[in-house]
């Protein structure tokens, strides 16, 4: 382990002598901070650890991640073959064990309440230095980094050099199981887990488990009766900090990515990039079992559900499916009671996404207009589907009629005429 680290036999013809290194007082210092006894080294790599840790050096580390940064270079320059024993050094506040003591230092910031570095620009906080450097490159205006073969641009080295594996057409890392192929390490051991059966990472508290120890960092955050982030303009609170950047979206007023093909226009670069996909003439994304074709590789993985038996069963009444999320939605048909109420009626819904599409139909003026004709409506999936009307081409068409479509549920519902079977509520 840690003590044991870099004893390092200079072997010899004659003989196998070890040999202590003559290494300048700061280099002694710094890895007698991580190693508690006399540090071996051959002499003629002595030197050379001098010459490169002065040139990886950054000045304006702190003092911790200076020591924790030349400790990782020493481990993966200079520690080969070295035995490693289990870990010695234990969080007091929670099940964290680590290797090395520098290690159990940078995790116990976690637990700290009081955040001591923030950004000047903004509201940023943190505990890491090294957390807040990254931080700031996001309120600089020029990009360092730029592509040579598209207009991507960043501040971030580690996102350029992963963005550049976009562009590779070769995968270096493929799946044995299946054919999923990517050059992104990190995602391949993501997916290996999902070939697994086991589901190792369970909730103390309930029932849940899961394959991902993310999943159950995010799951136990349910169980927090005290939301620690909450927003500033609304009286909105949660413990999750991606659903808080989610809803501060809804705050904001202009829509700063805009698609330059049509008047599309959104807050989110999530949803631009999704989006142009819709501008594609040629669909990449086949489904081997049938001629459905996509753009989005969800949409796929969504439809692959519609070819496999329906397994996820409701335990109060017959209905079944292959979707969870359409489980979990159908199960609140049967809670009770209905916690969201409505205000101006007595309908009440167990939802909160149901009380807002009720909502609408209180309000008078009618946002949301067609350009085309005067139809209008509050609902911006109703005027989806009406936009599709005017369109010449119909995408969806019968294989054994002339019946055609834009608006997939007509054509599903259209097809169960061929088979003889009635329509019945999904949800």
Known sequence: CVNNLLKYFCCSAESCVMTHAVVKEEIKQEISTFFDETIYLRD????????????????????????????????DNYSENIPRISNDFKCDQCDYSAKYKYQLQIHRLVHK????????????VTNFKSGLRKHLLIHATVKHFKCDLCDYGTNDQSNFKRHLLTHKSTKDFQCDLCNYAT??????????????????????????????????KTHLLTH????????DYCNYAT?????????????????????????????QKYSLGRHLLTHKAVKDIQCALCDYTTNVKYSLKKHLLTHTAKVLKCGQCDYATYSKSYLKQHLLRHKLPKE????????????????????????????LKCTQCPYS?????????????????????????????????NFKRHLLKHTGKTSANTI
Do not use: P, W
């Open 183 to 216: 050059n992104n390490k990190a995602h391949f051991e993501r997916h290996l887990v999902t070939h697994s059966t086991a589901k190792n990472f369970q909730c103390e508290q309930c029932d849940f488990a899961s394959k991902y120890k993310t999943s159950l």
């Open 377 to 409: 409506t509050d609902s911006s999936s109703n005027l989806k589907v009406h936009l599709l009307t005017h369109r010449i081409l119909k995408d969806f068409k019968c294989a054994r009629c002339d019946y055609a479509t834009n608006v997939k549920c």
């Open 224 to 231: 927090k009766t005290v939301k620690d982030l909450k927003c």
């Open 340 to 367: 969201f109420n409505c205000a101006q009626c007595d309908n009440a819904f167990s939802h909160k996404s149901f009380l807002i599409k009720h909502l609408l139909t209180h309000r008078i003026a009618k946002n």
């Open 44 to 75: 003629d790599v002595t030197g050379t650890i001098k010459e490169e840790h002065c040139e990886d050096n950054v000045k304006d580390e702190s003092e911790l991640e200076r020591k924790h940064n030349f400790a990782v270079y020493l481990l």
């Open 239 to 267: 413990n999750s900090k991606c659903n808080l950047n989610t809803h501060l979206l809804k705050h904001k007023t202009l829509k700063n990515f805009k698609c330059a093909h049509c008047d599309y226009a959104t807050k």
């Open 113 to 124: 309440t009081t955040k001591e570095l923030s950004c000047s620009q903004c509201k940023y």
